[in-house]
């Protein structure tokens, strides 16, 4: 049976746009496709993904002619979307445990609790405001860059 792994857009953005850390997405990425580890994220990552791509491209941070080529790119990203029963009751619960601003990120956490499997972000001061207390949460700056 195949492990899975809960993934943010912050994360697999790396894996379509040139940023830092982007090598270090990218093989954590080949490592779990090699040991057959499916991505899952909660629906919120598709329209995440989407609208960061449009605001780069609105605030001339990526050239307008790659916006269509990126939204392909990323959307063809092998991440399963769920949004299972109790999922958006849950995200509310853990924001107001760990006093986060928004419950975006809390879809994120939600999904990988409930479905039992680490959750891994690019976004540091995330994974600050939980490593404390939630152990299954993994920051990319942590994984081992990989060799040039």
């Known amino acids: 049976m195949n492990s ?3 993934v943010d857009a912050s994360l697999t953005l790396k894996l379509v ?23 899952i994220a909660p629906t919120l990552w598709a329209y995440e993904v989407t609208s960061v791509l ?21 959307h063809q990203l092998p991440v399963r979307l769920m949004a299972p029963p109790g999922l958006h009751q849950r995200a509310a619960e853990l924001a107001r445990h760990f006093n986060r601003p928004a419950a975006y990120d809390s879809h994120y956490l939600a999904l990988a609790e409930m479905r039992g499997c680490p959750f891994w972000t ?22 081992p860059r990989p060799n040039r």
Do not use: I, M, Q
């Open 4 to 6: 899975s792994v809960c």
């Open 17 to 39: 746009l040139e940023e830092p850390d982007s090598d270090v997405a990218y093989a954590l990425w080949v490592e779990w496709r090699a040991r057959e580890v499916t991505a």
């Open 54 to 74: 449009r605001n780069r491209v609105y605030l001339g941070k990526l050239p307008p002619g790659l916006e269509v080529e990126l939204f392909e790119a990323v």
């Open 122 to 143: 690019a976004d540091e001061r995330l994974f600050n405001a939980l490593r404390e207390e939630l152990s299954w949460v993994h920051w990319l700056g942590n994984y």
